[in-house]
T-cell receptor, first 110, second 115 residues
Framework: KQEVTQIPAALSVPEGENLVLNCSFT??????LQWFRQDPGKGLTSLLL?????REQTSGRLNASLDKSSGRSTLYIAASQPGDSATYLC?????????FGKGTRLSVIA | EAGVAQSPRYKIIEKRQSVAFWCNPI?????LYWYQQILGQGPKLLIQ????????DSQLPKDRFSAERLKGVDSTLKIQPAKLEDSAVYLC?????????????FGPGTRLTVT
């Protein structure tokens, strides 16, 4: 059974810092991994999708990497801003429905 | 392009009452999903449709939950009767076919409180 773990559960950083969010999964037989952002009381916004054949994806200040063999992904956020404050969720898609981690709650302090 | 639409946004009901949620996916998306997100948890898939057929409903509590997708477009999720533990956000998502390769796009969710 696929299990997804995100560390840390919560993170508070000053504005301008670069930061890394971690995601690990137990079954490496995945099709893709997706990072989402969720603002309080809102739905999920897709940030990056990495196919199993890819190593990384970039969008603006965000970079996500995937090491399928070790069951890990990282989301790197450069030059963090208060507007980045949200919960970040990773989810993996394999022979099971999309399985989510519990998320990392990020606070960027101005 | 318009996103995934859901209604209502909020609903408060008493236990043992019934409730229904509605979802309109992105135009052209064949695959539709309903998720349940309990506070502090990641979303959990309840049911997945491919057009108007059910692909996966293994985690749907079928004694009280039901869902349908008429004409392969809009979908409704119903709970009858509701229990306190059903309090959660119900998220609808859609994706292009084949669903294993394409991103899922989520609606804003319906926050259900059962008292």
């Amino acid at each position: 059974k696929q299990e997804v773990t995100q560390i840390p559960a919560a993170l508070s950083v000053p504005e301008g810092e670069n930061l890394v969010l971690n995601c690990s999964f137990t079954d490496s037989a995945i099709y893709n991994l997706q990072w989402f952002r969720q603002d309080p009381g809102k739905g999920l916004t897709s940030l990056l999708l990495i196919q199993s054949s890819q190593r990384e994806q970039t969008s603006g200040r965000l970079n996500a990497s995937l090491d399928k063999s070790s069951g890990r992904s990282t989301l790197y956020i450069a030059a963090s801003q208060p507007g980045d404050s949200a919960t970040y969720l990773c989810a993996v898609r394999g022979n099971t429905p999309l399985v989510f981690g519990k998320g990392t709650r990020l606070s960027v302090i101005a | 392009e318009a996103g995934v639409a859901q209604s209502p946004r909020y609903k408060i009901i008493e236990k043992r009452q019934s409730v229904a949620f509605w979802c309109n996916p992105i135009s052209g998306h064949a695959t539709l999903y309903w998720y349940q997100q309990i506070l502090g948890q990641g979303p959990k898939l309840l049911i997945q449709f491919q057009n108007n057929g059910v692909v996966d409903d293994s985690q749907l509590p079928k004694d009280r939950f039901s869902a349908e997708r008429l004409k392969g477009v809009d979908s409704t999720l119903k709970i009858q009767p509701a229990k306190l533990e059903d309090s959660a956000v119900y998220l609808c998502a859609s994706s292009l076919d084949p669903q294993t390769l394409y991103e899922q796009y989520f609606g804003p969710g319906t926050r259900l409180t059962v008292t």
